[in-house]
């Protein structure tokens, strides 16, 4: 690394600052402070967006980019893990895990990694990577949510196929999670859960009768090996009090991975294009059920009144009473002229066309057409699961695939009968309304149109059907099996719409002590989750005879099965559940490939609080683990404290046969001693002043390790080292390594081996934290009451003034900080929230 530090700027901040993650792709820092908010800042401090926590008290216990930048993973205390589009903090998916998460791991396949095809070069492979999916070829773009309703729908509707925002991916990458109770989890793009894995049999299989939480894992750049490594308390054997804690290394073999890394890509590619149709398909669905719901708030609330006047059972009786008799009862002629109108009733009608309409042109416009893209896909993966050779290993099969298919086939199926229920329902109302205007003009004695005046035998059956269970009494009998005799009466209506009235309670018409006034007529029972109360009948179907005159012919997989008796949202949820079904078997099976090749005891440290988050105020990271993967030398570094004065950097190899008896690692301590010249007070203790506390500690890069320190006396400031990790080599030791002890290690002096100029003293600042980026050539250090940062470049220009670049407590920085600071406390007022 060449060149100076350089302050760039410094603010302060209302509310104590948790993490600190820089983007290695753009200038961004995310913060998350403690109330659990997240807060996007560029690299000039301007504030990109604020997210609060989803829930009340929630804390954030790590974040980690997507290789590429544009997505944000943030862990909560509450389990939760969320992926946030960085460019609007949309909500792109939620994963609840059953663990506390203590850290994520982002990494990403390296070109010419991991290829399992014979000759190919990498970047061959890489260009076949950014072809593998051509769906946008094939299938029509699928048309923007209603906005009524209040329906959630997704929040860019520019983008709808790709709502999980995977489609740019050019390389396979993975989450690693790492949980307490020792155990892993993997998930390609974030999104295709790929496997989990519990330590507990690997490390009582090397011997070790322990497993605490994992606090970080790593994948090599080729994808062939992993490194999880596991901390636990050390208890003393004479007090049984913690005396520090046993940190373990844990080497997998991930052969899977690198032999089928790009059918593992194509797999959760396509598992996150179904995963985005899916979300369209849910909202849909909740579009449609809220449309019929206004359909009947809109009656109810019209209609109440006047059966608060009459028995139960009696409003569809008067209705009757004036259809066949002309002569309506004084409660009915009173209602209809004084509370109902004539504008009233068109008002009301036309309230009802609009949802009617609303609810047609989802199931014809949004439900087919999602519907038949998650066909398309489903048979892709039918064809990759054909390729057994390639696919098999990851426990794709066909048989789940095929399953899939047919139930995506019988909610389309379920979706036409739905459409066909809606067109004789609006023929039944628009007839119900006609008539029950002109029968309102012969009261007033006044002229009806001629369009409205002509009924025909048709019109006053559709009236009728339309009356039938139009009380709420009826409600009881909707919900018992289907009559045959009623079957019957139905016969010559197709696929009819039913009457089960039911509403799901959270709408308010079907609370307990309440009962829904009006049924109106049978599409309703097509979206509550349970069977249909009146079936549809299909006597007259020549498909249907066919397929009951020769039962073998409905059992053959190419015919699509139709369920007479599920609703559209049993259909649903039936698709739901055989799409699940499908990606079920690959996690339990890429994760069980996964073989142990060793397990190595780290040196214990003495830190008694764990090295990550936990809940409260005095859990703050103060020490941490930190690694990088050095794929050229197949190794991995490894860094964290051994007490507050001294820390160990250890070079562990990765890619070692099991055949090998034995691990050979480099391990070094350091602790860094103030120089003579400045001790102030000389007759102090030598451990208080002349050493150095190390508060922080990440890699800069593979091969330079950012320290920042404290020196400490009445003169306490902070110390940033970039230190670079071959000035080590000289006091390194190869140690052997074992799975139940550890080599104890003297620390030696790395002020020695450093240039004094490269402890640069920040005056008039104590730091408890740091965040460096290498890519970026950026640094940010929090300071020790968590509420003041300062952000540097580290690789500045040489003609750059030395007292310009570590002036930190300059009167202009300080007034520029109080006029221009944005103060993450004012973010929830400055612009709304994410829920």
């Not at 590429?68 to 992926?83: H, M, R, W």
């Not at 066919?546 to 139709?562: A, G, T």
């Not at 005891?601 to 683990?625: C, M, Q, V, W």
Request: charged content about 25%.
């Amino acid at each position: 690394m060449s060149g100076s530090m350089r302050l760039l700027d410094e603010r302060h901040v209302a509310i104590k600052v948790e993490l600190m993650l820089w983007s290695s792709k753009m200038d961004l820092l995310a913060l998350s402070n403690t109330r659990g908010e997240v807060a996007l800042h560029r690299l000039s401090w301007q504030r990109v967006w604020s997210l609060s926590p989803r829930q009340e008290g929630a804390s954030v216990r790590a974040m980690a980019w997507r290789p590429d930048g544009k997505v944000i993973a943030i862990a909560y205390s509450t389990k939760e893990l969320l992926l946030i589009d960085v460019e609007n903090k949309e909500t792109l998916h939620t994963t609840q895990m059953d663990s506390d998460i203590i850290s994520l791991t982002w990494v990403q396949e390296q070109d010419g990694s991991g290829d399992n095809s014979k000759g190919n070069s990498s970047q061959d492979r890489s260009h076949s990577y950014s072809g593998i999916e051509n769906a946008s070829k094939f299938l029509p773009k699928l048309p923007p949510l209603s906005r009524s309703f209040g329906v959630n729908k997704i929040n860019n509707e520019e983008n709808l196929e790709d709502t999980k925002r995977i489609r740019d991916q050019n390389h396979l990458n993975i989450l690693l999670v790492a949980q307490e109770g020792g155990k892993l989890s993997l998930s390609v793009f974030g999104l295709f859960p790929c496997g989990v894995i519990d330590l507990l049999p690997h490390m009582k299989e090397a011997g070790c009768d322990t497993c605490g939480a994992v606090v970080g894992a790593a994948v090599s750049d080729d994808l062939k090996v992993m490194c999880v490594f596991v901390e636990g308390e050390k208890i003393c054997e004479n007090t049984s009090t913690r005396s520090g804690r046993k940190i373990w290394a844990v080497i997998l073999e991930t052969p899977l991975l690198a032999s089928h890394s790009r059918e593992l890509y194509t797999l959760a590619l396509k598992q996150g294009h179904i995963s985005s149709l899916q979300g369209y398909l849910s909202s849909t669905m909740q579009a449609i059920t809220e449309a019929w719901e206004s359909i009947l708030l809109e009656m109810d609330s019209k209609l109440a009144s006047y059966a608060a006047t009459v028995a139960d059972g009696s409003v569809a009786a008067d209705f009757l009473d004036l259809l066949m008799l002309g002569v309506p009862s004084s409660e009915l002629e009173l209602f209809l002229q004084r509370d109902l109108t004539e504008k009233g009733l068109k008002k009301l009608s036309h309230s009802i066309e609009l949802s009617y309409s609303n609810i047609q042109k989802f199931v014809l416009k949004h439900i087919h057409c999602v519907g038949t893209s998650v066909s398309f896909h489903l048979t892709e993966l039918r064809g990759m699961a054909r390729h057994v050779e390639r696919f098999a290993p990851l426990g794709l099969t066909e048989e789940a695939v095929a399953a899939s298919l047919s139930a995506a086939g019988a909610f389309l199926v379920k979706a036409t009968e739905v459409q066909q229920v809606i067109e004789n329902s609006m023929k039944k109302y628009k007839a119900f309304f006609r008539w029950l205007m002109l029968a309102m003009l012969r009261l007033t004695e006044e002229i009806a149109p001629a369009e409205i005046s002509k009924q025909t035998q048709q019109d006053l059956t559709f009236i009728a059907e339309f009356l039938c269970n139009f009380d709420g009494a009826s409600d009881a009998n909707a919900t018992q099996a289907p009559d045959p005799t009623v079957d019957t009466c139905i016969a010559n209506q197709g696929n009819q719409e039913s009457a089960s009235g039911k509403v799901p309670s959270r709408t308010g018409l079907s609370t307990p002590g309440r009962k829904t006034r009006f049924n109106l007529e049978r599409l309703g029972q097509y979206l509550v989750d349970q069977e249909l109360s009146f079936l549809p009948d299909t006597d007259s179907n020549p498909w249907n005879n066919l397929l009951s005159e020769y039962p073998s012919l409905s059992e053959d997989p190419l015919i699509i099965p139709h369920f007479r008796k599920m609703s559209l949202v049993q259909q649903h949820n039936h698709l739901i559940s055989a799409i699940d079904a499908v990606f079920k078997e690959p996690v339990e099976c890429i994760g069980h490939t996964f073989t142990l090749q060793r397990v190595v005891r780290l040196p214990d440290t003495a830190i008694t609080h764990p090295l990550y988050y936990g809940s409260g105020e005095e859990s703050n990271r103060i020490f941490k683990i930190t690694f990088v993967f050095c794929g050229a030398e197949k190794k991995i570094v490894v860094s964290y404290p051994k007490n507050e004065i001294s820390l160990y950097i250890i070079e562990l190899p990765t890619h070692i046969p099991q055949s090998e008896p034995k691990v050979t690692m480099e391990q070094m301590c350091l602790s860094f001693i103030t120089p003579v010249s400045e001790i102030i007070d000389t007759s102090s203790d030598k451990t208080s002043s002349s050493l150095f506390k190390i508060n922080d500690m990440q890699f800069y890069v593979a091969d330079i390790l950012s320290l920042l320190l404290e020196k400490r006396g009445d003169d306490r400031s902070a110390v940033i080292v970039q230190f670079p990790l071959r000035l080590a080599s000289c006091i390194a030791v190869s140690v052997t390594g074992n799975p139940k002890s550890f080599h104890e290690l003297t620390a030696g002096d790395g002020t020695n081996l450093v240039d004094p100029n490269a402890l640069r003293t920040i005056d008039n600042f104590v730091g408890s934290s740091l965040a460096v980026s290498g890519s970026r050539k950026v640094a940010v250090l929090l300071s020790e009451n968590r509420c003041k940062v300062r952000l540097f470049e580290m690789e500045a220009e040489e003609d750059e003034e030395e007292d310009e670049t570590m002036d930190a407590t300059g009167s202009s920085i300080r007034d520029s900080d109080q006029s221009q600071s944005h103060l993450l406390d004012q973010s929830k007022s400055s612009e709304p929230d994410m829920e």
